[in-house]
């Protein structure tokens, strides 16, 4: 029962932070105090960041760079307790850059999660597909695409 309910809530969760309207509050809000967030990858996305505070920075950051970005949940697994909970997410990305082009991604978050709050977030996505994504849009918002 309980992973039923996780489930619930994470796709909830990513229903409203992923609609490409830029409000991550509610994933910042179920950070906890010491919440270590990785984007792997050496990418323009690519962070080891600690707390709530640099979590919503790079959310604005990915908002920036990539605007209207909308991420949709495939898939979730959730094992074990309120005191140790895993939740893997399988997820797409997609975008229309400023050239016209879309961009399409997938990735995994490995999250962990005690007591309701989120105190590891690991995302691991096509960081070739995200880099040439990237060019395009520097490209098209500089003027020489």
């Not at 105090?33 to 690519?46: A, M, N, Q, T, Y």
């Not at 697994?77 to 961009?103: C, F, H, M, Q």
């Not at 395009?136 to 695409?145: D, I, K, Y």
Request: net charge neutral; aromatic share 10%; charged share 25%.
């Amino acid at each position: 029962m309980y992973h039923a309910i996780v489930r619930r809530k994470v796709r909830a969760l990513w229903r409203i932070t992923g609609d490409g309207s830029g409000n991550y509050h509610p994933a910042v809000a179920m950070a906890s105090p010491d919440l270590r967030f990785r984007f792997i990858g050496d990418s323009i996305l690519g962070a080891d960041l600690r707390g709530p505070e640099a979590f919503a920075d790079w959310f604005e950051q990915a908002g920036r760079c990539f605007p209207g970005m909308r991420l949709s949940l495939t898939d979730v697994i959730v094992k074990g307790w309120p005191w140790n909970t895993t939740v893997v997410v399988r997820l797409r990305v997609e975008a229309t850059l400023a050239d016209g082009s879309p961009y399409e991604n997938e990735g995994v978050q490995w999250a962990r999660i005690r007591w309701g709050r989120m105190v590891e977030d690991t995302v691991l996505e096509d960081t070739l597909r995200l880099q040439q994504a990237w060019q395009r849009q520097e490209l098209a918002t500089s003027g020489q695409g």
